[in-house]
């Protein structure tokens, strides 16, 4: 009986030590899912998807497109461009400078709140790249 | 005369992996850092791709391995397999977490942050987080043949991350880029050369992860139960799983 006593014993630690981990790494994976999911399956929106519903004044949302040739100028708020997804455009101004990586006829993701006039005003700039890797097209 | 045949033919054959690992490194490293040309928008940081690429595919491939070792604990098998699980799982944790810091460095320069809450780098982090688990379970305290058997379930069930990471960037709308190689396409949209560095670098990588599988597995498994049971781990062993049994 004793034996039997400290064995159970010693697996219900062993249990306790179970769940205990158990408990810790699912903890963590939620909170993982739960701070990443808002913005994570839909990582960004698209010009489209806010023109056809926009989003309340004052909340932060990311938008992603192409930014259109010829659109990136300085402006007395920052760098203005426009980024297409092909169907819908949208002006941005952003008060942060973009990533060295920025490049007109790529992709990127522009972090901010949408102001009034259909201008977005981002604070933040993340380049997209595609999943070609290429070399310069005049090597030196 | 002190080394038995047996001794003789595994001294033997580790240098000869090692070797191979060593020398598809260096070749990799030429490839990458000299022969292939530098990316026309990303530069000279495009070449951490060389690394990041083959440490997530290694990542995948130590995990796979984790799952038919521990469906091969399940059925009962040699011990060996649990610890080819184990080092397995030890590899693929080591190269996810390679992957992760490598591709922070990587997106720093290329997309202007270190970590944001895309679905691959969440789906990434909890791939790591599941095989920390995995080991933990391992750590757990308990009759062996039993703690083996609870990892192996867990071995089994999460691999099912594994597919979740890759298929992330197809699935949901990401951050990262979608698969250059890794999906159905006639021709990858990456130049010849960089293509060849990426290869080279998946090799080497490869051969350094199986030799650190072979180190590893002997270091788990110190002791043979017998010589001629050497290589017998292809069949069902049926001596040595008698511990559990008190």
Do not use: C
């Amino acid at each position: 009986m004793h034996m039997s006593a400290k064995r159970s014993g010693w697996h219900r630690s062993a249990r306790a030590r179970g769940a205990a981990v158990a408990i810790v790494v699912l903890v963590g994976v939620t909170v993982l899912a739960v701070s990443g999911f808002e913005g994570t399956l839909t990582y960004y929106r698209t010009p489209s998807e806010v023109a056809q519903s926009p989003p309340p004044t004052g909340e932060r949302l990311r938008i992603g497109g192409m930014v259109v040739a010829g659109s990136v100028r300085d402006d007395d708020q920052g760098v203005r461009f426009v980024v297409t997804d092909g169907a819908a455009d949208l002006t941005v101004v952003s008060s942060s400078s973009p990533p060295q990586t920025f490049r007109t006829g790529q992709g990127a993701v522009v972090e901010g709140t949408m102001g009034s006039e259909g201008v977005f005003l981002a604070d933040r700039i993340i380049v997209r790249h595609s999943n070609e890797y290429q070399p310069p097209e005049r090597p030196q | 005369m002190g080394l038995s045949p047996e001794k003789h033919r595994h001294r033997s054959i580790r240098p000869g992996l090692g070797t191979l690992a060593l020398v598809a490194m260096a070749v990799a490293l030429a490839l990458g850092l000299v022969v292939a040309p530098a990316e026309a928008i990303q530069g000279q940081a495009q070449r951490l791709m060389y690394v990041h690429v083959p440490a997530a595919w290694t990542a995948f491939a130590a995990f796979a391995l984790v799952l038919v070792a521990s469906v091969a604990v399940l059925m009962r098998r040699h011990p060996r397999w649990d610890a080819r699980a184990q080092a397995a799982a030890e590899l693929g944790v080591g190269m996810t977490a390679l992957a992760i810091v490598e591709g922070s460095l990587w997106g720093h320069t290329a997309w202007g942050v270190w970590w944001t809450w895309d679905a691959r780098l969440v789906t990434t982090a909890v791939l790591l987080l599941l095989y920390l688990g995995y080991l933990g379970v391992r750590g757990l305290p308990g009759d062996r043949v039993h703690v083996s058997r609870r990892a192996a379930v867990v071995g089994v069930v999460g691999f099912v991350q594994v597919p979740v990471v890759h298929f992330s960037v197809l699935w949901w709308r990401t951050l990262h880029q979608p698969p250059t190689l890794l999906q159905p396409t006639a021709s990858p949209p990456i130049s010849p050369l960089m293509l060849t560095a990426l290869l080279a670098a998946v090799v080497a990588f490869m051969l350094g992860g199986a030799w650190f599988l072979r180190r590893r597995v002997a270091q788990l498994v110190p002791v043979e139960p017998s010589p001629s049971a050497d290589h017998a781990d292809t069949g069902p062993v049926p001596v040595v799983v008698t511990r559990g049994a008190s």
